[in-house]
């Protein structure tokens, strides 16, 4: 199983390409391989946070180690890695980036019918 949904960060002209997957390590391989990069030797992983250029990222999770926390977790690396290449060192950007990207996670989850416990 796979969903999946790319959604826009307008403010930063950037985007997130967000998949809930059976298997991250397959997943990881398969998108790099559609990219022609190099595979590099990956784990086992939750979850995942990557990206090849500055303006995408992908967030790929594990569908049977869903929870709110790992979502998170994952949104928090998005943030660091945007920040960093923004420049961004105020907190309010940050947790504005933190509340908007929930948000869109949150609506496609529930356009889905996800539940997390």
């Known amino acids: 199983m796979q969903l999946s949904k790319t959604f826009k960060i307008p403010m930063y002209f950037s985007k997130i390409n967000f998949r809930i997957v059976d298997n991250v390590k397959e997943s990881i391989i398969k998108i790099y391989n559609s990219n022609n990069i190099e595979k590099e030797n990956f784990g086992e992983y939750r979850g995942i946070v990557f990206n090849f250029d500055i303006d995408?990222?992908?967030?790929?999770?594990?569908?049977?180690?869903?929870?709110?926390?790992?979502?998170?977790?994952?949104?928090?690396?998005?943030?660091?890695?945007?920040?960093?290449?923004?420049?961004?060192?105020?907190?309010?950007?940050?947790?504005?980036?933190?509340?908007?990207?929930?948000?869109?996670?949150?609506?496609?989850?529930?356009?889905?019918?996800?539940?997390?416990?």
Do not use: P, R
């Not at 929870?67 to 420049?87: K, R, Y």
């Open 56 to 117: 995408k990222f992908y967030i790929l999770l594990a569908k049977e180690h869903l929870t709110h926390g790992l979502i998170a977790h994952e949104i928090q690396h998005v943030i660091f890695d945007l920040c960093e290449i923004n420049s961004l060192k105020e907190t309010e950007a940050q947790a504005f980036l933190a509340e908007y990207i929930h948000t869109e996670i949150y609506k496609f989850l529930n356009s889905k019918n996800i539940k997390i416990a």
